[in-house]
């Protein structure tokens, strides 16, 4: 097992975040790593958090919700998010939904000292090779970085990647 560092990312941050610009739902597929910012939000009785099969029915949702007027965001993973590449084309792009997609940056080391096949080195360059604007958040320090991916959505009418660096070690049982 890797040696983790301290938690510098807290859910009470993302949180924050999400509740200052003005999320209604979160569209996601629950895991281990996001179970603390997932209770934080279950907490939530004005947040309706909606658990997805598979990360690909995300996009569709959020879409959904968009043009019913709600303010969804969308949390996954990067093994999910190339999972669902096709329908984050059509239903978010397409569609010019704006909507922050928050991705765990599974594998990601921050020294690019991967193997040649963990989901990290695919990760950015498929969000680029989508044309997506992307945001990498490490701390409570820069989860201002949400903001800045929400107000960008919004300028643009597309969707906007969140990264959240070191698989939400923020979230751990503290």
């Known amino acids: ?10 859910a009470e941050r993302i949180y924050s975040e999400l509740k200052k610009n003005g999320v209604t739902h979160v569209v996601m597929l629950p895991d ?12 939530d009785p004005s947040l309706t958090v909606l658990h997805m099969a598979r990360e690909g029915q995300s996009f569709s ?3 959904g919700l968009f043009v019913g007027g709600k303010r969804p965001v969308v949390l996954i993973q990067n093994t999910g998010l190339l999972e669902s590449c096709d329908s984050l084309r059509g239903w978010g792009m397409t569609l010019k939904v704006p909507l922050v997609v928050m ?3 599974r594998g990601w080391t921050r020294h690019g000292v ?23 958040v ?3 320090a ?3 970085r949400i903001s800045l991916a929400f107000k960008d959505a919004e300028q643009t009418k597309r969707p906007v990647v969140v990264l959240v660096g070191d698989e939400y070690h923020g979230f751990v049982n503290r």
């Not at 097992?1 to 807290?10: C, D, F, H, T």
């Not at 991967?114 to 969000?127: G, K, L």
């Open 61 to 63: 949702t959020a879409a």
């Open 142 to 144: 820069d989860a201002d």
């Open 114 to 136: 991967n193997s040649p096949t963990d989901v990290a080195r695919f990760t950015e360059p498929i969000i680029t090779a989508l044309g997506l604007q992307y945001y990498l």
């Open 32 to 43: 281990s790593e996001t179970n603390f910012l997932y209770t934080l939000l279950r907490s």
């Open 1 to 10: 097992m890797a040696n983790r560092q301290p938690a510098s990312l807290s």
């Open 138 to 140: 490490e701390s409570d």
């Open 103 to 105: 991705v765990g940056y």
